[in-house]
């Protein structure tokens, strides 16, 4: 019941000009459709499957200009992102380890390693990734925020940092090593060619530079770079150069560091440990 405009109480009803009746009382219908509404698209992950989950920041190429980040790499930006790493790794069920580089950030979850593992929000996708972007931003932002006062930024001008989400099944554990060797060959392009651009740009204009760097491959651009500007790209900080991997350390606690080289032997043993690679999910037995 409610009050109407006259001030008489007055029934809510739900038009139905589908239905036989006409007109049905808006408790009996008008929820369950509005509920099948909603699980239309209440899609869920394959359960007992490695889950990777991929956060990326939005329009962050203007939010680091209104920083003022020091290119091509910011230490400050950087130590934002590692808290910002951890607190979704410690947030999330099943987390097992976390892969940042640049403004993205790649969490590996499990719940395949046993029967009694319980996917988190069962994993429910719009839940998973809602919230997973959620916490990232409002943690990101905190920090950034923080800093931003203290070297005395107005709170009115305090710039927002948001972040997209994405999250799939991958069949195997060594896709997931695959998919994390993806992403770090992917921040060596991309340090490469941030280094090379913001250095060519200083010394000879965007336009000429473009110009020079032009189809030129990975290894063309590091010759270019030394050669031209005078810079050995192996000298950059490792964490620029092959990114930072968020992990569980002694005692259970979440760790950053910077990346070792995955396919390298060194790296592969490291990774496979940390991913715990040797906990397979136990097989049902036939009844």
């Known amino acids: 019941m409610m009050q109407g405009a006259l001030g008489r109480k007055c029934c809510v009803v739900d038009i139905n000009w589908e239905g036989s009746k006409g007109i049905n009382m808006i408790k009996k219908t008008l929820g369950s459709r509005m509920k099948n509404y909603e699980k239309s698209t209440d899609f869920r992950i394959i359960p007992r499957t490695p889950i990777i989950i991929r956060i990326d920041g939005k329009g962050f190429l203007e939010l680091t200009k209104k920083l003022n980040c020091e290119k091509p790499y910011d230490e400050r930006f950087a130590s934002w992102m590692k808290k910002t790493s951890v607190m979704v790794a410690e947030k999330v069920q099943g987390c097992v380890f976390a892969y940042l580089q640049s403004d993205e950030i790649t969490f590996v979850i499990r719940t395949d390693q046993s029967l009694e593992n319980a996917p988190w929000f069962d994993n429910r996708i719009q839940k998973v990734v809602s919230i997973i972007s ?145 906990k397979f999910k136990k097989e049902e037995k036939c009844s």
């Open 134 to 278: 959620s916490v990232a931003s409002v943690c990101f932002n905190k920090e950034m925020s923080q800093w931003w006062r203290s070297n005395g930024g107005a709170d009115g001008d305090v710039p927002l940092g948001f972040f997209d989400c994405r999250a799939f099944p991958v069949p195997s554990m060594m896709e997931v090593v695959n998919c994390l060797v993806w992403r770090q060959r992917d921040c060596v392009k991309t340090s490469i060619n941030e280094a090379c651009q913001i250095e060519f740009n200083k010394r000879f204009g965007k336009r000429v530079a473009k110009k020079m760097l032009q189809n030129k491959k990975q290894n063309q651009q590091q010759d270019l770079l030394l050669e031209k500007i005078g810079i050995d790209w192996n000298k950059y900080c490792e964490e620029f150069k092959n990114g930072i991997v968020t992990y569980k350390g002694s005692g259970e606690k979440w760790e950053t560091k910077s990346a070792p080289i995955f396919v390298s032997d060194g790296g592969k043993e490291w990774l496979t440990s940390v991913l715990g690679f040797g």
